[in-house]
């Protein structure tokens, strides 16, 4: 838990730094008018959008001489079985966040098929190692924090992109810290001294893993309006969730 809040505190101590050095070339100011013009145009709300392309930026240079370099030498030091592994079990801890959610927004059939999931995975999967409840046919529903808020009528509030994390909007990056508190408080192996989700080395292990199964790379469309793109599809995908998420229960 306080692995946890220690990684938050960091992503808030980045968002400062991005602030005060941003790259300056990347926000002339007749760049951004133009640029706003075409936010408008998709139609998403983005007033902090000149922070919002630093931290883009931001992240394009972490993630070249940062998190990819790792995610190769991981793919080269790990075998494939591994690393399957590695996905399944924080694939199944989602379950968790999607039970909790379930019963915040009153889906009680929601949430026993997530915990059924987990529970099969967690037991005849060896730790979630192996997804057993996918071969059982089970379903796989999903629900996060900023559904919920979405569920209750919370607005998306402004576009963010959030430092290493990348596109959010307001109401998501607080559902994010609110589901990873969540998840750390409900934490079913906090019996087994060998596993603990909760530590620095699982969570740098869960940023590979999910860095890995990404496959966005960074200025690689080859569009001057790679940002504009980005945010809009972000906004579109959630808006598909949150109809998901309505329609089930």
């Not at 990684?7 to 005060?20: M, Q, W």
């Not at 569920?151 to 589901?179: K, M, Q, T, W």
């Given at each position: ?16 730094c ?20 075409i ?5 998403v709300?983005?007033?902090w959008?000149?922070?919002?392309r ?5 992240n ?7 998190f ?20 399944n ?14 019963i ?40 996060d924090f ?18 290493i994390l ?32 909760n ?5 740098i ?26 945010r ?5 995908y ?12």
């Amino acid at each position: 838990m306080k692995i946890r809040k220690k990684i938050l505190t960091l992503l808030i101590f980045t968002l400062l730094c991005v602030t005060a050095f941003g790259n300056e070339n990347q926000n002339s100011s007749e760049n951004l008018k133009t640029k706003s013009e075409i936010s408008q145009y998709f139609g998403v709300y983005d007033p902090w959008e000149p922070l919002n392309r630093r931290i883009y930026y931001f992240n394009y240079t972490f993630d070249k001489y940062v998190f990819l370099p790792v995610v190769d030498a991981y793919n080269l030091i790990t075998p494939t079985f591994v690393q399957k592994g590695v996905k399944n079990f924080f694939a199944n801890s989602v379950n968790l966040t999607t039970t909790g959610n379930s019963i915040l927004q009153v889906k009680p059939k929601k949430a026993m098929k997530a915990w059924g999931r987990f529970s099969i995975n967690a037991t005849l999967g060896l730790f979630g190692l192996f997804d057993v409840a996918s071969k059982l046919g089970m379903p796989k529903p999903y629900e996060d924090f900023g559904l919920t808020l979405a569920h209750y009528g919370v607005g998306e509030g402004p576009y963010l992109i959030l430092p290493i994390l990348g596109p959010s909007n307001l109401r998501d990056a607080i559902g994010s810290g609110l589901n990873t508190i969540g998840v750390a408080e409900l934490d079913p192996y906090q019996a087994i001294e060998s596993i603990d989700i909760n530590s620095f080395g699982m969570l740098i292990l869960e940023g590979v893993d999910t860095r890995k199964n990404t496959k966005f790379r960074y200025y690689s469309s080859g569009s001057p309006f790679e940002y504009e793109y980005l945010r809009f599809f972000y906004k579109k995908y959630r808006n598909i969730q949150i109809e998901s998420s309505d329609r089930s229960n």
